[in-house]
C-alpha cells in the first residue's frame, strides 16, 4: 500500500486547483479513504509523472468520446494500449482507467485539460509530442479512426502550440503517408526533399530528446517507459531506412 498511498498524496496536492485535480479527485476519492490520509510528500519529478499520468488518460477518455459517445471496441482500444503497450500491474491499470472514466463523466473541457498539461511540460516539447503520438496510436489501433478523433487530436495539437509543419508531419505518419519511406521522413519530422545534413541533424536531435532516460528525467511518468522506448525505437529506424534509401 505505501505506492498507493505516495501516489495519492500527490494526488490530493494536485487537486488543490485545475481542471486534472478535479477529475484525479473523483477517480480517487474512495482510494484516498482506504489508504488514509497520512501520505509522504512527493518532489517536483513525482508530481509532473503524476500529471502525466491523470493527464493522458484523460485526453485519451476525450479522444474516445470523440464521436458523442465511448463503444465498448474504443474502450477495448485503451484497456489493450494499457495491457500491450504500458504492461501495467493490475492495481495501476485500475488506477489508469478511474481517470478515463472519471474524465469522460466531468464537466472539463478539453481546451482547459490540454491547457494545464501544456502548462506542466511546455518546456518538455518532446513529451508534449510523445503524448499527440500516444493519442494517435491509441486512436489507429484497429486501423480506422474517424473524423471526429482526428480533429480532436488535432486540436489538442494545436492547443500544445504545435507547428503546423509539426502537425502536418503527424498527419502523415498516421495514414497520410504513401509509402513507408515517407513515413520515414515524418517520423523524423521532415520532407524527402531534406538535404543530407538536414536528415542527420534532425536524427540527433530526436535520439537525444526522445532517449527513454531523458524523458524520464523530465517528468515522464515511469508507466509509459515502454511507449517511450518504442518511439526511439521508431526514430533508429526510421533513419536507417533514410540512410539506406540515400545510400548514406
Avoid at 112 to 128: C, T
Avoid at 140 to 146: L, Q
Wanted: charged share 25%.
Amino acid at each position: 500500500m505505501g505506492w498507493l498511498n505516495k501516489f495519492i498524496g500527490g494526488i490530493i496536492g494536485l487537486a488543490l486547483g485545475g481542471p486534472l485535480g478535479m477529475i484525479a479527485g473523483v477517480a480517487f476519492a474512495s482510494m484516498i479513504d482506504k489508504a488514509g490520509r497520512d501520505h509522504e510528500r512527493t518532489n517536483p519529478l513525482d508530481q509532473q509523472q503524476q500529471l502525466f499520468f491523470v493527464g493522458a488518460f484523460s485526453l485519451l477518455a476525450y479522444v474516445a468520446s470523440a464521436d458523442g459517445s465511448v463503444t465498448a471496441t474504443e474502450r477495448q482500444k485503451v484497456v489493450e494500449f494499457i495491457r500491450r503497450d504500458l504492461r501495467l500491474d493490475y492495481q495501476t491499470e485500475e488506477l489508469a482507467l478511474r481517470v478515463f472514466d472519471a474524465a469522460l463523466n466531468s464537466d472539463q473541457s478539453v481546451e482547459a485539460v490540454a491547457a494545464q498539461f501544456y502548462q506542466g511540460y511546455r518546456n518538455n516539447p518532446a513529451i508534449l509530442q510523445l503524448m499527440v503520438d500516444i493519442c494517435y496510436r491509441v486512436a489507429y489501433a484497429d486501423e480506422t479512426i474517424s473524423s471526429k478523433e482526428e480533429a480532436l487530436i488535432l486540436r489538442i495539437a494545436r492547443l500544445f502550440h504545435f507547428s503546423e509543419p509539426l502537425i502536418e508531419a503527424f498527419q502523415r505518419r498516421y495514414g497520410l503517408a504513401t509509402s513507408s519511406l515517407e513515413q520515414a521522413y515524418a517520423t523524423l519530422g521532415l520532407s524527402s526533399s531534406a538535404s543530407n545534413d538536414e536528415v542527420k541533424r534532425a536524427y540527433r536531435k530526436l535520439s537525444m530528446e526522445y532517449h527513454p532516460d531523458t524523458l524520464i528525467s523530465k517528468g515522464l511518468g515511469e508507466e509509459f517507459l515502454k511507449a517511450a522506448t518504442e518511439k526511439f525505437r521508431a526514430i533508429q529506424e526510421a533513419y536507417d531506412q533514410i540512410k539506406r534509401d540515400r545510400d548514406l
